[in-house]
């Protein structure tokens, strides 16, 4: 029998599921006269009522990764970021260990989790068995509801495992062996679960509410993102090795749909946007609720420079790259290897586009009333000890000013949003599969205008090849969604972490700054050493699960 359990804490009802992993075993033929124990509820009392029922979906959102009270960020998997912390996951990447016995899994307990997310989908699956058994004690309106909710979380968990792990075993119930059930399932293939998970968003879709929603609840336009995301990232590179254009056609039109809604919108403030002021804001399609203090996020503390004013404040686990840094244009939309470009090597934070003084503290920016120094020498000096920048920079994009950095660390003062789908991704995946569609047409360079034209930038030059135009797309979508936990799955579907210009295996640089009677010199420095193979853009099975289900196939190269 499977058990719910209340536990009262602090006034509140925080529910806890029991027995969710598949177990191997037998009921005995009078487990019908097992009593719960005092202080358990069966599924029956569960589903008694809207309210109760409410409470299992309430434990469904909570499943959502915990992005902001973490530091082992996927952009640290990635070329964006580099700390000299010790943070498994980003060593296990970086060094080339990933493997069956240690698979990196991302932030807060791990995104791709084999075990935790297929704990996940079978509470989508319970749910959809027990208030099918007990539909009587629902009403319509309240089941249709959380039915398209569930349903979007379903896929959601499933896209999750999709693009780390390729095809996946596909589960529909709640799997147990006490009827004689079979429990080991083997692999779908990639299509097959790509297919399973557009259905699951279309079911979602079609129930799902079309206006922007301020409470947390996943609406028609996320579950159409969702869709447009997975379909993006079979059709590239990493899963499409034929090139099939019509695979990239399809994630051009789902993504259109969600444009051609005319409900989302680029928030006018690229910086401001992340901030609680501004939580649910017109470009926002999905995000994950912080409520302070119980519920609050430490970002600010774990992720601002370190030493301010003197004192020691954050953690400073955002650390950017010199080659994101490098990645950002000049005022004048040109790239820095640009001869027009004006770009000074030596005055190299000059005359930049908005977005880097929106996203990056470099040496001699501002933060909270105190002038951030990397130089040698400096109240930051680059690997000066502890945990003081590699890179010779922080991230700021993201962080509230306005928050202390210790006092977020004691209090978790923040409740901004952590942003998962937002429209300006949109528009920049649907530039990139039309691009790779029908090549560079006017509402390439039309997707493309929109997010230019709100970063500051002029337009995308005329004329360009559909290569030129996907080096374009790719550049902007690494400064546009820096720091978003997007940059992982973008290096690997796109096929970039490899070979002569792989960004996991050249070399990680940062800046050395030394000036000399009042003059700075600016020296690129070597600040960890990449290894990286090319089966690892896929994540290997854990062994353990290897080990329990024999049908399970591990992927190539482990």
């Known amino acids: 029998m499977k058990l719910i359990k209340f536990i009262h804490n602090n006034n509140k009802v925080v529910i806890v599921l029991g027995l969710l992993l ?50 082992n960020h996927t952009d640290s998997y990635a070329d964006n970021s580099w700390t000299k912390q010790t943070h ?4 296990t990447v970086r060094n080339g260990s990933i493997s069956p016995s240690n698979v ?13 997310t297929y704990g996940y989908i079978r509470k989508c699956n319970l749910f959809f068995q027990q208030t099918t058994k007990y539909k009587a004690n629902f009403s319509a309106t309240w089941l249709k509801a959380r039915t398209a909710e569930v349903t979007f979380f379903r896929a959601y968990f499933y896209s999750v495992l999709f693009t780390a792990y390729g095809g996946v075993p596909l589960i529909t119930t709640p799997l147990n062996n006490t009827d004689g059930t079979d429990i080991f399932k083997a692999r779908a293939t990639l299509d097959e679960t790509l297919v399973f998970i557009e259905k699951d968003c279309d079911a979602a879709a079609a129930d799902l509410p079309a206006a922007i929603d301020k409470t947390g609840r996943p609406t028609k336009g996320a579950a159409l993102t969702l869709k447009g995301w997975v379909e993006l990232f079979a059709a590239s590179p990493l899963c499409n090795t034929a090139n099939d254009p019509a695979k990239w056609a399809k994630a051009a039109a789902t993504n259109k749909q969600v444009m051609d809604s005319k409900i989302y919108s680029l928030f006018s403030d690229y910086a401001t946007q992340f901030l609680a002021a501004n ?51 000049m005022a004048n939309g040109l790239s820095i290897t640009d001869p027009a470009s004006g770009y000074n090597a030596q005055n190299p934070y000059v005359g930049r586009e908005p977005r880097f003084y929106q996203s990056i503290i470099y040496d001699g920016a501002a933060w909270q009333g105190d ?3 990397t130089r040698v020498g ?23 000013e306005n928050i202390i950095g210790q006092t977020s660390l004691a209090t978790s003062p923040s409740s901004s949003n952590w942003v998962i789908f937002r429209y300006g991704e949109v528009l920049l ?15 390439v ?101 290897i080990a329990k289900n024999p049908k399970l196939v591990q992927n190539p190269g482990y």
């Open 378 to 400: 400096g109240n930051n000096q680059r690997a000066g000890g502890g945990d003081i920048t590699t890179s010779g920079y922080y991230g700021r994009k993201l962080l509230d």
């Open 104 to 116: 990196p899994t991302g932030p807060n307990g791990g995104i791709w989790n084999w075990e935790n």
């Open 22 to 71: 598949i177990t191997v075993g037998s009921c005995k033929k009078d487990d019908f006269l097992t009593v719960p124990p005092k202080g358990q509820v069966t599924d029956e009392i569960t589903f008694s009522s809207e309210t109760n029922a409410d409470l299992f979906v309430n434990d469904i959102y909570n499943q959502l990764t915990d992005e902001k009270n973490d530091y």
């Open 88 to 91: 498994t996951g980003a060593n």
């Open 429 to 443: 995946s649907y530039a990139e599969a039309q691009n790779e569609a029908v090549g560079p047409d006017a509402s």
């Open 279 to 329: 939580n649910f804001n017109s470009e926002t399609i999905f995000a994950k609720m912080y409520a302070p203090p119980s519920k609050g996020s430490k970002a600010e503390g774990q992720e601002g420079p370190v030493v301010v004013k003197g004192t020691v404040q954050c953690w400073g686990n955002y650390q950017p790259t010199q080659s994101l840094v490098d990645d950002y244009l």
């Open 445 to 545: 360079y039309g997707a493309m205008q929109l997010i230019r034209t709100r970063a500051g930038l002029p337009n995308v030059a005329a004329g360009l090849t559909q290569a030129q135009m996907r080096a374009s797309i790719r550049r902007e979508r690494r400064i546009e969604l820096s720091f978003e936990e997007k940059r992982w799955y973008d290096i690997r579907r796109w096929l970039i972490t490899t070979g002569p210009t792989g960004v996991l295996t050249n070399p990680e640089f940062g800046i050395n700054i030394v000036y000399t009677a009042g003059v700075p010199k600016y020296t690129p420095v070597n600040i960890y050493t990449n290894i990286f193979k090319d089966y690892q853009n896929w994540m290997p099975i854990p062994q353990n699960t």
């Open 371 to 373: 002038i951030i120094t």
